[in-house]
């Protein structure tokens, strides 16, 4: 357990920030808008990633980034819809 708390407590802020608003979106999203708010809420952190990040240079271009922005959407679709 220990080892798995000291895992946890080095993720980087930046990625832990990008799971506080990928939680946001897919709420948001998800529950007014069920399975096509679930596909808008994977397809616009795509679109940041690439667009805003890759081709204005105004970020770091990672998949890290957009798995832990996806992250709580694919929680949340488990619980939803399982």
Known sequence: MDYFLKK?????KDK?????WGA???FTLMLPFGIVG????LIIPAIKELYYDKYLGKGC???ADYFYTIAP???LAIMRYY
Request: net charge negative; hydrophobic share 65%; aromatic share 18%.
């Open 8 to 12: 946890l407590g080095n993720i980087q």
């Open 16 to 20: 832990l920030l990008h799971f506080f």
């Open 24 to 26: 946001i979106l897919s």
């Open 38 to 41: 679930l596909f808008i809420a």
């Open 61 to 63: 271009c990672e998949w």
């Open 73 to 75: 959407t694919i929680m």
